[in-house]
Protein backbone atom coordinates (compact mmCIF):
# COMPACT_ATOMS: atom_id res chain seq x y z
CA UNK A 1 0.00 0.00 0.00
CA UNK A 2 1.45 3.80 -0.80
CA UNK A 3 2.09 5.89 1.86
CA UNK A 4 -0.62 8.30 0.67
CA UNK A 5 -3.07 5.21 0.95
CA UNK A 6 -1.88 4.68 4.45
CA UNK A 7 -2.50 8.18 5.38
CA UNK A 8 -6.06 8.59 3.63
CA UNK A 9 -7.85 5.29 5.76
CA UNK A 10 -7.74 5.53 9.67
CA UNK A 11 -4.41 3.61 9.82
CA UNK A 12 -2.45 6.69 10.08
CA UNK A 13 -5.21 8.49 12.34
CA UNK A 14 -3.31 9.92 15.48
CA UNK A 15 -4.23 11.28 19.25
CA UNK A 16 -7.50 11.98 20.94
CA UNK A 17 -9.43 10.56 18.11
CA UNK A 18 -7.39 7.38 17.92
CA UNK A 19 -7.67 6.43 21.11
CA UNK A 20 -11.06 6.90 21.14
CA UNK A 21 -11.74 4.75 18.35
CA UNK A 22 -9.85 2.24 20.08
CA UNK A 23 -11.67 2.35 23.44
CA UNK A 24 -15.01 2.04 21.77
CA UNK A 25 -14.23 -0.94 20.00
CA UNK A 26 -12.32 -2.29 23.42
CA UNK A 27 -15.61 -1.62 25.52
CA UNK A 28 -17.51 -3.13 22.27
CA UNK A 29 -15.62 -6.50 22.37
CA UNK A 30 -15.11 -6.81 25.79
CA UNK A 31 -12.05 -6.21 26.80
CA UNK A 32 -12.77 -3.33 29.31
CA UNK A 33 -15.37 -4.32 31.60
CA UNK A 34 -17.09 -2.33 34.57
CA UNK A 35 -17.14 -6.12 36.70
CA UNK A 36 -14.30 -8.16 34.60
CA UNK A 37 -11.47 -5.89 33.41
CA UNK A 38 -11.62 -3.06 35.21
CA UNK A 39 -8.25 -1.53 33.81
CA UNK A 40 -6.01 -2.37 30.66
CA UNK A 41 -3.21 -0.96 28.52
CA UNK A 42 -3.53 -0.34 25.10
CA UNK A 43 -0.11 -0.21 22.49
CA UNK A 44 -1.50 1.01 19.03
CA UNK A 45 0.57 -1.20 16.69
CA UNK A 46 0.60 0.79 13.44
CA UNK A 47 1.39 3.50 15.54
CA UNK A 48 4.88 1.81 16.27
CA UNK A 49 5.57 0.58 12.63
CA UNK A 50 5.39 4.16 12.17
CA UNK A 51 7.44 5.67 14.95
CA UNK A 52 10.01 2.37 14.01
CA UNK A 53 10.07 3.84 10.37
CA UNK A 54 10.62 7.56 11.20
CA UNK A 55 13.42 6.93 13.78
CA UNK A 56 14.86 4.59 10.53
CA UNK A 57 14.40 6.81 7.70
CA UNK A 58 16.07 9.69 10.33
CA UNK A 59 19.26 8.20 9.38
CA UNK A 60 20.95 8.24 6.29
CA UNK A 61 21.00 5.23 4.12
CA UNK A 62 24.78 4.81 3.65
CA UNK A 63 25.34 4.15 7.79
CA UNK A 64 25.33 0.88 9.16
CA UNK A 65 22.71 0.77 12.29
CA UNK A 66 21.33 -1.32 14.51
CA UNK A 67 18.49 0.30 15.94
CA UNK A 68 18.45 -1.66 19.53
CA UNK A 69 14.85 -1.25 21.69
CA UNK A 70 15.91 -0.67 25.46
CA UNK A 71 13.92 -3.65 26.93
CA UNK A 72 13.11 -1.94 30.28
CA UNK A 73 10.29 0.45 28.50
CA UNK A 74 8.52 -1.89 27.74
CA UNK A 75 9.60 -5.64 28.19
CA UNK A 76 6.46 -7.72 26.61
CA UNK A 77 7.82 -10.27 24.63
CA UNK A 78 5.14 -9.76 21.60
CA UNK A 79 5.85 -6.28 21.74
CA UNK A 80 9.40 -6.98 21.57
CA UNK A 81 8.37 -9.23 18.70
CA UNK A 82 6.91 -6.58 16.86
CA UNK A 83 9.93 -4.43 17.40
CA UNK A 84 12.16 -7.31 15.78
CA UNK A 85 9.38 -8.05 13.17
CA UNK A 86 9.82 -4.12 12.23
CA UNK A 87 14.31 -4.03 11.96
CA UNK A 88 15.04 -3.43 15.12
CA UNK A 89 17.69 -5.03 17.99
CA UNK A 90 17.16 -5.36 21.61
CA UNK A 91 19.30 -3.45 24.39
CA UNK A 92 19.07 -5.43 27.44
CA UNK A 93 20.16 -4.84 31.15
CA UNK A 94 19.70 -8.00 32.94
CA UNK A 95 19.45 -11.81 32.84
CA UNK A 96 15.68 -11.19 32.76
CA UNK A 97 15.65 -8.87 29.86
CA UNK A 98 17.80 -11.23 27.79
CA UNK A 99 15.82 -14.23 28.51
CA UNK A 100 12.85 -11.95 27.20
CA UNK A 101 14.79 -10.76 24.02
CA UNK A 102 15.76 -14.19 23.10
CA UNK A 103 12.52 -15.49 23.85
CA UNK A 104 11.29 -12.64 21.12
CA UNK A 105 13.34 -14.32 18.89
CA UNK A 106 16.08 -11.43 18.78
CA UNK A 107 19.32 -12.40 16.82
CA UNK A 108 21.93 -13.06 19.85
CA UNK A 109 24.11 -10.38 17.47
CA UNK A 110 21.61 -7.90 17.38
CA UNK A 111 20.97 -7.47 21.41
CA UNK A 112 23.58 -5.33 23.38
CA UNK A 113 23.93 -6.12 27.30
CA UNK A 114 24.37 -2.72 29.41
CA UNK A 115 24.20 -3.03 33.15
CA UNK A 116 26.97 -1.58 35.73
CA UNK A 117 25.88 -4.67 37.71
CA UNK A 118 26.84 -7.82 35.33
CA UNK A 119 28.11 -11.24 37.12
CA UNK A 120 30.58 -13.11 35.96
CA UNK A 121 27.52 -15.23 34.60
CA UNK A 122 25.46 -13.09 32.71
CA UNK A 123 29.10 -12.01 31.57
CA UNK A 124 29.85 -15.92 30.65
CA UNK A 125 26.53 -16.37 29.00
CA UNK A 126 26.24 -13.04 27.18
CA UNK A 127 29.86 -13.93 25.17
CA UNK A 128 28.77 -17.47 24.72
CA UNK A 129 25.73 -16.35 22.67
CA UNK A 130 27.37 -13.43 20.71
CA UNK A 131 25.46 -10.77 22.59
CA UNK A 132 27.27 -7.41 22.12
CA UNK A 133 28.72 -6.22 25.76
CA UNK A 134 29.15 -3.06 26.98
CA UNK A 135 31.59 -3.24 30.02
CA UNK A 136 30.72 -0.36 32.76
CA UNK A 137 33.88 -0.58 34.37
CA UNK A 138 37.37 -1.50 34.33
CA UNK A 139 36.68 -4.39 37.15
CA UNK A 140 34.01 -5.58 34.89
CA UNK A 141 36.82 -5.25 31.79
CA UNK A 142 39.20 -7.73 34.11
CA UNK A 143 36.08 -10.27 34.31
CA UNK A 144 35.91 -10.29 30.91
CA UNK A 145 39.67 -10.44 30.41
CA UNK A 146 39.80 -14.08 33.02
CA UNK A 147 36.33 -15.31 30.74
CA UNK A 148 38.20 -14.57 27.02
CA UNK A 149 41.53 -16.53 28.41
CA UNK A 150 39.69 -19.88 28.25
CA UNK A 151 37.42 -19.16 25.11
CA UNK A 152 36.62 -17.06 21.96
CA UNK A 153 33.84 -14.66 21.33
CA UNK A 154 32.16 -13.57 18.44
CA UNK A 155 30.22 -10.93 20.69
CA UNK A 156 31.31 -6.84 20.08
CA UNK A 157 32.64 -5.33 23.53
CA UNK A 158 32.73 -1.77 24.28
CA UNK A 159 33.16 0.21 27.21
CA UNK A 160 30.64 2.91 28.33
CA UNK A 161 32.32 6.23 28.74
CA UNK A 162 30.52 8.71 30.89
CA UNK A 163 31.38 12.12 29.30
CA UNK A 164 30.16 13.71 32.50
CA UNK A 165 28.18 16.48 30.84
CA UNK A 166 25.91 17.62 33.43
CA UNK A 167 22.55 15.93 34.08
CA UNK A 168 19.18 17.27 32.53
CA UNK A 169 15.71 18.59 34.84
CA UNK A 170 15.56 15.07 36.09
CA UNK A 171 18.38 13.75 38.39
CA UNK A 172 16.85 10.22 38.39
CA UNK A 173 17.19 9.90 34.86
CA UNK A 174 20.61 11.68 34.06
CA UNK A 175 23.77 9.45 33.46
CA UNK A 176 26.36 11.71 32.37
CA UNK A 177 26.94 13.93 35.61
CA UNK A 178 30.23 14.05 37.87
CA UNK A 179 29.56 11.46 39.84
CA UNK A 180 26.85 8.88 37.62
CA UNK A 181 27.38 4.98 39.06
CA UNK A 182 27.20 4.43 34.97
CA UNK A 183 30.32 3.91 32.56
CA UNK A 184 34.02 4.76 33.05
CA UNK A 185 34.48 8.77 33.75
CA UNK A 186 36.24 10.24 31.06
CA UNK A 187 37.60 13.22 32.55
CA UNK A 188 38.52 11.90 36.18
CA UNK A 189 42.12 12.09 36.35
CA UNK A 190 44.40 9.68 34.79
CA UNK A 191 41.04 7.70 33.00
CA UNK A 192 41.59 8.90 29.67
CA UNK A 193 45.46 7.00 29.84
CA UNK A 194 43.72 4.38 31.67
CA UNK A 195 41.01 3.78 28.82
CA UNK A 196 44.04 4.05 25.79
CA UNK A 197 46.19 1.16 27.23
CA UNK A 198 42.81 -0.58 28.07
CA UNK A 199 42.25 -0.65 24.19
CA UNK A 200 45.43 -0.91 23.27
CA UNK A 201 45.86 -3.87 25.30
CA UNK A 202 42.66 -5.39 24.07
CA UNK A 203 42.71 -5.84 20.39
CA UNK A 204 39.08 -7.20 20.74
CA UNK A 205 37.60 -3.83 22.20
CA UNK A 206 36.09 -2.65 19.41
CA UNK A 207 33.01 0.03 20.36
CA UNK A 208 32.93 3.03 22.40
CA UNK A 209 29.04 3.48 23.82
CA UNK A 210 27.63 6.27 25.86
CA UNK A 211 24.24 7.09 27.23
CA UNK A 212 24.03 10.46 28.47
CA UNK A 213 20.53 10.08 29.97
CA UNK A 214 16.40 9.89 29.43
CA UNK A 215 13.33 12.14 29.84
CA UNK A 216 14.69 15.36 30.92
CA UNK A 217 17.98 15.68 29.16
CA UNK A 218 18.27 18.44 26.50
CA UNK A 219 18.87 17.59 23.06
CA UNK A 220 22.06 19.42 22.97
CA UNK A 221 23.27 18.13 25.94
CA UNK A 222 22.62 14.40 24.09
CA UNK A 223 24.43 15.63 21.40
CA UNK A 224 27.07 16.92 23.48
CA UNK A 225 27.56 13.64 25.16
CA UNK A 226 28.08 11.22 22.05
CA UNK A 227 30.37 14.28 20.50
CA UNK A 228 33.05 13.41 23.36
CA UNK A 229 32.54 9.66 22.70
CA UNK A 230 33.08 10.25 19.07
CA UNK A 231 36.04 12.33 19.58
CA UNK A 232 37.36 10.07 22.49
CA UNK A 233 37.19 6.73 19.51
CA UNK A 234 39.38 8.83 16.95
CA UNK A 235 41.68 9.92 19.57
CA UNK A 236 41.51 5.86 20.81
CA UNK A 237 42.47 5.24 17.01
CA UNK A 238 45.00 7.95 16.13
CA UNK A 239 46.83 7.00 19.48
CA UNK A 240 47.01 3.18 18.64
CA UNK A 241 47.34 4.06 14.66
CA UNK A 242 45.14 1.65 13.46
CA UNK A 243 41.08 1.36 12.94
CA UNK A 244 40.28 -0.55 16.26
CA UNK A 245 37.38 1.12 17.37
CA UNK A 246 34.74 0.72 14.51
CA UNK A 247 31.58 1.05 16.26
CA UNK A 248 29.69 4.07 18.31
CA UNK A 249 26.53 3.00 20.75
CA UNK A 250 25.26 6.13 20.84
CA UNK A 251 22.54 5.06 24.19
CA UNK A 252 18.97 6.11 23.72
CA UNK A 253 17.04 8.55 25.64
CA UNK A 254 15.10 11.20 23.43
CA UNK A 255 12.91 12.68 25.44
CA UNK A 256 9.11 12.47 24.88
CA UNK A 257 6.45 15.41 25.24
CA UNK A 258 3.78 14.50 27.99
CA UNK A 259 2.17 17.81 27.42
CA UNK A 260 -0.05 16.76 24.03
CA UNK A 261 -0.32 15.10 21.19
CA UNK A 262 2.00 16.12 19.57
CA UNK A 263 5.41 13.83 18.87
CA UNK A 264 8.32 16.28 19.77
CA UNK A 265 11.13 16.62 19.38
CA UNK A 266 11.01 13.66 16.22
CA UNK A 267 13.75 11.55 15.34
CA UNK A 268 14.94 14.10 12.33
CA UNK A 269 15.78 16.65 14.98
CA UNK A 270 17.63 14.15 17.42
CA UNK A 271 20.02 12.89 14.01
CA UNK A 272 20.29 17.43 12.61
CA UNK A 273 21.54 17.60 16.07
CA UNK A 274 23.87 14.93 16.72
CA UNK A 275 25.34 16.04 12.79
CA UNK A 276 26.28 19.53 14.29
CA UNK A 277 27.83 18.33 17.60
CA UNK A 278 29.45 15.25 16.24
CA UNK A 279 30.08 15.47 12.94
CA UNK A 280 32.34 12.29 12.31
CA UNK A 281 29.66 10.01 13.64
CA UNK A 282 28.11 10.51 9.79
CA UNK A 283 31.33 10.24 8.26
CA UNK A 284 30.70 6.51 7.71
CA UNK A 285 33.83 5.21 9.49
CA UNK A 286 31.60 3.89 12.19
CA UNK A 287 28.76 1.37 12.63
CA UNK A 288 26.39 2.85 15.00
CA UNK A 289 24.18 1.17 17.84
CA UNK A 290 21.37 3.14 19.09
CA UNK A 291 19.06 2.41 22.13
CA UNK A 292 15.77 4.14 22.07
CA UNK A 293 13.27 3.34 24.94
CA UNK A 294 10.70 5.96 25.97
CA UNK A 295 10.61 7.75 22.39
CA UNK A 296 9.61 4.39 20.31
CA UNK A 297 6.57 3.34 22.62
CA UNK A 298 5.39 5.81 25.41
CA UNK A 299 3.40 7.99 22.43
CA UNK A 300 2.00 4.36 21.64
CA UNK A 301 0.19 3.30 24.37
CA UNK A 302 -2.24 4.47 26.90
CA UNK A 303 -4.15 3.26 29.98
CA UNK A 304 -8.09 2.92 30.63
CA UNK A 305 -9.45 2.19 33.80
CA UNK A 306 -12.96 2.23 35.59
CA UNK A 307 -14.36 4.82 37.82
CA UNK A 308 -15.43 2.70 40.44
CA UNK A 309 -16.34 5.26 43.11
CA UNK A 310 -16.73 9.47 43.27
CA UNK A 311 -17.42 11.28 46.38
CA UNK A 312 -16.81 14.78 47.11
CA UNK A 313 -14.39 15.69 50.38
CA UNK A 314 -13.77 18.90 51.77
CA UNK A 315 -15.23 20.35 48.61
CA UNK A 316 -13.16 18.66 45.78
CA UNK A 317 -14.58 15.99 43.61
CA UNK A 318 -12.44 13.16 43.52
CA UNK A 319 -12.49 10.19 41.45
CA UNK A 320 -11.64 6.65 42.24
CA UNK A 321 -10.19 4.61 39.47
CA UNK A 322 -8.50 1.02 39.18
CA UNK A 323 -5.42 3.07 37.90
CA UNK A 324 -2.44 3.87 40.44
CA UNK A 325 0.86 3.43 42.01
CA UNK A 326 0.66 -0.12 40.74
CA UNK A 327 0.96 0.89 37.03
CA UNK A 328 1.84 4.92 37.07
CA UNK A 329 4.55 4.15 39.92
CA UNK A 330 6.61 7.13 38.93
CA UNK A 331 4.17 9.36 37.91
CA UNK A 332 2.43 8.57 41.86
CA UNK A 333 5.82 9.15 43.80
CA UNK A 334 7.39 11.70 41.36
CA UNK A 335 4.54 13.91 40.08
CA UNK A 336 6.38 17.34 39.58
CA UNK A 337 8.90 14.84 37.23
CA UNK A 338 6.25 12.20 35.59
CA UNK A 339 3.15 14.44 35.16
CA UNK A 340 0.23 12.41 32.62
CA UNK A 341 -2.51 13.79 31.24
CA UNK A 342 -5.73 12.02 31.96
CA UNK A 343 -8.80 12.54 29.93
CA UNK A 344 -12.55 11.59 30.37
CA UNK A 345 -14.57 8.95 28.77
CA UNK A 346 -18.52 7.56 29.07
CA UNK A 347 -18.52 3.93 29.91
CA UNK A 348 -19.26 3.38 26.30
CA UNK A 349 -16.00 5.11 25.46
CA UNK A 350 -17.20 8.05 24.04
CA UNK A 351 -14.99 11.50 25.21
CA UNK A 352 -17.03 13.76 27.56
CA UNK A 353 -17.25 17.05 26.72
CA UNK A 354 -18.35 18.55 29.93
CA UNK A 355 -17.44 21.88 31.24
CA UNK A 356 -14.00 21.45 33.13
CA UNK A 357 -14.19 20.60 37.14
CA UNK A 358 -10.86 20.71 39.54
CA UNK A 359 -11.02 17.00 40.52
CA UNK A 360 -8.30 14.48 42.06
CA UNK A 361 -7.97 10.95 40.17
CA UNK A 362 -6.87 8.42 42.17
CA UNK A 363 -5.53 5.07 42.00
CA UNK A 364 -6.67 1.68 44.42
CA UNK A 365 -4.30 1.80 46.48
CA UNK A 366 -3.98 2.21 50.46
CA UNK A 367 -2.24 5.34 50.81
CA UNK A 368 -3.23 9.19 50.43
CA UNK A 369 -0.43 9.53 47.91
CA UNK A 370 -2.26 7.45 45.43
CA UNK A 371 -3.21 10.17 42.80
CA UNK A 372 -2.59 10.06 39.20
CA UNK A 373 -3.61 13.85 39.07
CA UNK A 374 -4.15 16.90 41.64
CA UNK A 375 -7.14 19.25 41.24
CA UNK A 376 -7.09 18.61 37.53
CA UNK A 377 -9.82 20.59 35.25
CA UNK A 378 -11.67 17.67 33.66
CA UNK A 379 -14.97 17.13 32.63
CA UNK A 380 -16.84 15.99 35.88
CA UNK A 381 -16.10 11.88 36.55
CA UNK A 382 -18.80 9.79 37.52
CA UNK A 383 -18.74 6.19 38.19
CA UNK A 384 -18.84 3.76 36.13
CA UNK A 385 -17.04 6.38 33.88
CA UNK A 386 -13.76 5.56 31.94
CA UNK A 387 -10.30 7.85 32.28
CA UNK A 388 -7.64 7.04 29.86
CA UNK A 389 -3.62 8.26 30.48
CA UNK A 390 -2.28 8.42 27.17
CA UNK A 391 1.49 8.53 26.76
CA UNK A 392 2.00 5.34 29.11
CA UNK A 393 3.35 3.05 26.13
CA UNK A 394 6.92 3.01 27.88
CA UNK A 395 7.36 2.46 31.12
CA UNK A 396 3.99 2.19 32.96
CA UNK A 397 1.93 -0.87 32.35
CA UNK A 398 4.88 -2.81 31.62
CA UNK A 399 7.35 -2.57 34.68
CA UNK A 400 4.29 -2.84 37.71
CA UNK A 401 4.46 -2.28 41.34
CA UNK A 402 2.96 -5.14 43.52
CA UNK A 403 1.37 -2.99 46.02
CA UNK A 404 -1.60 -3.93 47.60
CA UNK A 405 -1.06 -7.38 45.38
CA UNK A 406 -2.91 -5.36 42.60
CA UNK A 407 -2.63 -7.67 39.38
CA UNK A 408 -0.79 -6.62 36.41
CA UNK A 409 -3.43 -5.27 33.76
CA UNK A 410 -3.93 -7.02 30.77
CA UNK A 411 -2.30 -5.36 27.33
CA UNK A 412 -3.42 -5.41 24.31
CA UNK A 413 -2.19 -4.75 20.65
CA UNK A 414 -4.53 -2.72 18.75
CA UNK A 415 -4.53 -2.23 14.62
CA UNK A 416 -6.60 -0.13 12.62
CA UNK A 417 -7.76 -0.84 9.46
CA UNK A 418 -8.64 1.51 6.19
CA UNK A 419 -12.39 0.97 6.92
CA UNK A 420 -11.50 1.77 10.50
CA UNK A 421 -12.08 -1.40 12.49
CA UNK A 422 -9.90 -2.01 15.14
CA UNK A 423 -8.88 -5.62 16.05
CA UNK A 424 -7.13 -6.62 18.98
CA UNK A 425 -4.16 -9.10 19.93
CA UNK A 426 -2.91 -10.26 23.61
CA UNK A 427 -0.12 -8.74 24.37
CA UNK A 428 -0.45 -9.66 28.15
CA UNK A 429 -3.35 -11.67 29.19
CA UNK A 430 -5.94 -11.16 31.84
CA UNK A 431 -5.09 -11.47 35.44
CA UNK A 432 -6.44 -14.61 36.85
CA UNK A 433 -8.82 -14.64 39.95
CA UNK A 434 -6.13 -15.91 41.72
CA UNK A 435 -3.53 -13.96 40.58
CA UNK A 436 -2.35 -12.37 44.28
CA UNK A 437 -1.45 -15.63 45.54
CA UNK A 438 1.62 -17.58 44.99
CA UNK A 439 1.59 -21.18 44.62
CA UNK A 440 4.17 -21.50 47.48
CA UNK A 441 1.44 -19.25 49.47
CA UNK A 442 -1.34 -21.42 49.22
CA UNK A 443 -1.74 -23.20 52.85
CA UNK A 444 -1.38 -26.88 52.30
CA UNK A 445 -5.21 -27.99 53.11
CA UNK A 446 -3.79 -30.85 55.37
CA UNK A 447 -2.44 -27.99 57.70
CA UNK A 448 -5.76 -25.86 57.55
CA UNK A 449 -7.55 -28.80 58.64
CA UNK A 450 -4.65 -29.07 61.66
CA UNK A 451 -3.45 -32.70 60.47
C1 LIG B 1 17.27 3.30 29.86
C2 LIG B 1 18.37 3.21 28.88
C3 LIG B 1 18.11 3.47 27.54
C4 LIG B 1 16.76 3.93 27.03
O1 LIG B 1 16.44 5.21 27.44
P1 LIG B 1 15.11 5.92 26.87
O2 LIG B 1 15.08 7.22 27.59
O3 LIG B 1 13.97 5.05 27.18
O4 LIG B 1 15.32 6.09 25.40
C5 LIG B 1 19.15 3.28 26.64
N1 LIG B 1 20.38 2.87 27.04
C6 LIG B 1 20.66 2.64 28.34
C7 LIG B 1 22.01 2.17 28.71
C8 LIG B 1 19.67 2.81 29.29
O5 LIG B 1 19.95 2.59 30.58
Known amino acids: ?17 RRERILRAAVGQGLLDPDTALLAGFVDLDGVEGTV ?55 PAHIVFDSPAKTRAELARALSLGVAVNADSFQELARIDDI ?27 TATATS ?60 GRRQVTGIDIGGG ?28 FSGAYE ?22 TKTVGGRPIAITHAGAQVATRTVFAPDAWPLRIEAYDPGG ?51 FHYNSLPEPAVHGARVDADGHVTFRPLRPAPTADHAVPDHAVPDVAVLAGR
Not at 1 to 17: H, I
Not at 148 to 173: E, H
Not at 191 to 218: E, F, I, K, M
Open 148 to 174: LATRDTVSRIGVRINPQVGGGSISAMS
Open 254 to 281: LPVNFADDETTPGFDTYVDRLREHAPAL
Open 53 to 107: TSLRNAFPDSLRVLHAFAAKANCLVPVLEELRRGGMGCEVASAGELARALEAGFD
Open 288 to 309: IVTEFGRSVLAKNGFMAAYVEY
Open 350 to 400: TAKHGRPVAQDVAGPCCFAGDLLARDRELPLLDAGDLVVVPDTGAYYFSTP
Open 181 to 240: KFGIPLTDEGNRRRLLRAYRDRPWLTWVHTHVGSQGCPLDLIAEGIARAVEFAEEINAHL
Open 1 to 17: MSVSARNSGYEGETGAA
